[in-house]
């Protein structure tokens, strides 16, 4: 059941913005992440050679993330107010 929300629909409460270049991939935020939403790039790297994090839609704006950074590469804001965002998020391990 999904509270009346289109098919396919997710519900976002926040979101985050990744400081990329600062990232050095070491992917303790993937894991932290209750709803999943943080993937890794598969073979895009950042400037310092490193692989980082995406959000994918659904982040509820927990802060686990920017928590548990050890490079402070999180900023986390939540929303007033979920916005409803068409598409299911990608299966973990997507890639671009």
Do not use: W
């Amino acid at each position: 059941m999904n509270g009346g929300r289109a098919p396919g629909s997710v519900l976002v409460r926040g979101t985050v913005v990744i400081d990329v270049d600062a990232c050095k991939g070491c992917e303790l935020c993937i894991d932290a992440c209750p709803p999943g939403v943080l993937v890794m790039t598969g073979h895009d790297v950042n400037a310092r050679g490193y692989r980082y994090p995406l959000l994918v839609a659904g982040c509820t704006a927990c802060r686990a993330c920017s928590q548990i950074c050890p490079d402070f590469v999180f900023q986390v804001y939540k929303f007033d107010d979920p916005v409803e965002l068409p598409g299911a998020p990608p299966s973990p391990g997507a890639t671009t």
